[in-house]
């Protein structure tokens, strides 16, 4: 049972432009959202976080917005630049705690020069 | 450089042998994860330490077992492996269960055959 859900495999968008990279949770209990980043033959690395007394928060280009009642978060970056091509996973906790973490399946994101 | 250190980076391995996967941090972090990462199923908690002398089951504890003796090492063991292990293993950590983010290893791609 995917509680934290990435519905997109891929992604593709030219440089400069904005990339949407979407996830959808089941867990009304989840209350802390991470995104990390993964590039081939390497480990997931620490993107950008936001709790649920957030709606958005914000990192240079990358943006994640909330949404509790639809159950959703989004990560946005723009400009969007080719060495962003990597594999994004949405990850959500219930209790600020690693060990309930739940994972996506990530979504892979290209961009085209 | 500071980091976690996974060996063997990849493993062929035949059905019903045992294999132990390695992971070393030098970070002095006291919590440590082991994950899978299977296609469409993004990645899966096998177990956890919170700190050296305690470890806990995670989402998928099913015939892996942990150890961690000492803060530095925690080895994952498949008693006897079978074909639905085959996986992409990564080694994680963190300063505590509840910090944030977690920093992860490069992974061991381990088939079984």
């Known amino acids: 049972d995917q509680q934290v859900k990435q519905n997109s495999p891929s992604l593709s968008v030219q440089e400069g432009r904005i990339s949407i990279l979407n996830c959808d949770y089941t867990n009304s209990m989840f209350g802390y959202f991470l995104w990390y980043k993964k590039y081939p033959a390497e480990g997931p690395t620490f993107l950008i976080s936001?709790?649920?007394?957030?709606d958005k928060n914000e990192d240079g280009r990358f943006t994640v917005f909330l949404n509790k009642s639809a159950k959703h978060l989004s990560l946005h970056i723009v400009p969007s630049q080719p060495g962003d091509s990597a594999v994004y996973f949405c990850a959500a906790s219930a209790y600020r705690n690693n060990n309930d973490m739940r994972f996506g399946a990530g979504t892979r994101l290209t961009v085209k020069p | 450089i500071a980091g976690i250190t996974q060996a063997p980076t990849s493993q062929i391995l035949a059905a019903g042998r045992r294999m132990t996967l390695r992971c070393t941090q030098d970070m002095r972090h006291n919590a440590m994860y082991w994950y899978r990462q299977d296609l469409g199923l993004g990645l899966r908690l096998i177990h956890y330490s919170n700190t050296a002398g305690t470890t806990g089951k995670g989402e998928v504890p099913d015939g892996y077992s942990v150890s961690r003796a000492n803060t530095d090492d925690f080895p994952l063991t498949l008693a006897s492996a079978v074909p639905s292990q085959t996986s992409v293993y990564f080694c994680?950590?963190?300063?505590?269960?509840?910090?944030?983010?977690?920093?992860f290893g490069d992974g061991t791609r381990l088939s079984i055959l």
């Open positions: 936001i709790s649920s007394i957030k």
């Open positions: 994680a950590s963190s300063e505590t269960p509840t910090v944030w983010p977690q920093h």
